[in-house]
């Protein structure tokens, strides 16, 4: 069957209902993935899916491809991804679907795929799925598998909840911004002993505060204020899955995720010392600075939550963490990443410790720094542009110290880090676009540098600039 080459990701199948996906499409894709399964000795799946409106129809077709190779499905409803996961560590099962184009905006949708408990889908695997597809060489199974459906909601709350202990109430705004989230997450952190401002928790698939992306400043922004308002301890969004977060302190400041990922490094490393901590390349220069000065091992990698939670494993490393707001913890955890849990992570430190959410930030190194800006640029074309833009680059700073596919294989981009920050250019791995970041010590570098960014991308013809993938292109302003 042909579809679209570029919905096939380095990790995750993902592209736009009714152009790139449609049932037929989607169903072959759920043979073929029937199809990796059965190559590997895995005969049943959990499968689940979020709320955009495209869902139930994707998971039906989806479902009636996996049967046809023989495979048995757990059907867990409209849930959050981590409950994906969860699920297959509840039923034993390496398999696991969840139908999900996280951030993306509502008329995009896609899969996560399980190939392994917590692990999801890598490079190899994805075109594995995408020659079977091409090809049509799907598996020729002698029986056809079942669908039973389970409720997994109430042993997914025991399990998150038995794991932490608030010894204080905390006030907490939520804003799930329409998306999954706004079903679970409120019961969780009542539960938890949390009293709970929730804004728009009411599911629905259009979006209509807009994408639920906690990385989007405007969201964050106006996160912030309900927290003023209100008076709470600290504001928490998620995306429209729930296995990413954003936070906002008590003063309605935004803590971009690169500081949470300091944070929970700090955290593990007072218990566990000298513990190896993995991040993204996206991440500030404050992660790597706190992780030293707590006697931890810093290991930057490849952006992306299958290749993160990869390194993880490949390391034996305690936490791993990105930008975007994936958090992944191996010490009291499956390891794989669960907003609802990082978020009560949060407030079990803070407790802990005592201390509110601004007096933990403001002990950290502090960088003037950007939001993950998000341009759009074709996927035949974002490769070449960041190929083009990164031989510049580093001519441009031949003196800073430089991170890019030589000393990261696969590496999706090009950093280069200074005395006082970095700049990062690099194009997405499941979406149409690229991604920027640029921080310093002082304003008047950070001015400097952001001139220098915007100077550089409007260079290129090829980005589009009023495009819905673009996310923060005020702070190029």
Not at 80 to 99: A, D, E, K, L, S
Not at 221 to 244: H, M
């Amino acid at each position: 069957m042909k579809i679209n080459p570029f919905v096939f990701r380095n990790y995750d199948i993902r592209g736009i209902v009714g152009e790139d996906l449609d049932p037929e499409k989607v169903e072959s894709i759920g043979r073929a993935y029937g199809t990796l399964l059965r190559r590997r000795k895995i005969r049943q799946a959990v499968i689940g899916r979020d709320c955009r409106l495209s869902g139930k129809e994707f998971q039906v077709a989806f479902a009636k491809g996996l049967v046809e190779m023989g495979i048995d499905i757990i059907d867990l409803g409209m849930i959050m991804t981590q409950m994906m996961y969860y699920g297959q560590y509840r039923f034993q099962t390496n398999g696991g679907v969840m139908i999900t184009a996280s951030h993306n905006p509502y008329n995009f949708n896609g899969f996560k795929l399980g190939i392994g408990f917590s692990l999801t889908t890598g490079p190899e695997e994805v075109q594995e799925i995408r020659a079977v597809v091409e090809k049509e060489t799907y598996f020729k199974s002698e029986e056809i598998g079942s669908i039973i459906k389970k409720d997994i909601t109430e042993d997914y709350y025991n399990d998150v909840l038995k794991r932490v202990r608030l010894k204080k109430k905390f006030k907490v705004v939520i804003d799930s911004r329409h998306g999954t989230t706004g079903i679970y997450i409120p019961e969780i952190f009542k539960r938890a002993g949390c009293e709970v401002i929730g804004k728009n928790l009411k599911v629905d698939g259009n979006f209509p505060a807009g994408t639920p992306d906690p990385t989007d400043e405007k969201f964050m922004r106006q996160l912030g204020r309900i927290v003023l308002e209100e008076k709470a301890d600290l504001g928490i969004a998620f995306d429209g899955d729930g296995d990413r977060i954003g936070v906002v302190d008590e003063k309605g400041r935004i803590l971009w995720n690169d500081v949470l990922v300091a944070i929970f490094a700090k955290e593990i490393l007072e218990r566990f010392p000298k513990s190896k901590i993995i991040y993204n390349t996206l991440c500030s220069q404050v992660v790597k600075k706190v992780i030293k000065q707590n006697d931890g091992v810093p290991i930057m990698w490849l952006t992306g939550h299958s290749f993160i939670k990869k390194k993880i494993a490949e390391e034996g490393a305690a936490f791993g963490g990105e930008l975007s707001g994936h958090f992944f913890f191996n010490d009291n955890a499956y390891g794989h990443d669960d907003g609802s849990y990082a978020a009560l992570r949060v407030l079990e430190y803070l407790s802990d410790k005592n201390l509110s959410l601004s007096q933990l930030y403001e002990s950290f190194p502090v960088y003037i720094s950007s939001p993950e800006i998000k341009i759009g640029c074709p996927d035949e074309k974002k490769k070449d542009v960041i190929k083009d833009l990164s031989e510049k680059f580093k001519a441009d700073f031949s003196q800073a110290k430089i991170t890019d596919n030589t000393i990261i294989p696969g590496d999706d981009g090009v950093r280069a880090d200074f005395d006082d920050g970095m700049i990062i250019f690099r194009y997405s791995q499941n979406g149409p676009y690229i991604t920027i970041k640029f921080e310093a010590k002082d304003k008047t570098k950070y001015e400097e540098r952001k001139k220098y960014v915007k100077t550089m991308l409007k260079g290129y013809p090829e980005l589009i600039w009023e495009d819905q993938l673009c996310v923060n292109l005020g702070s190029l302003d």
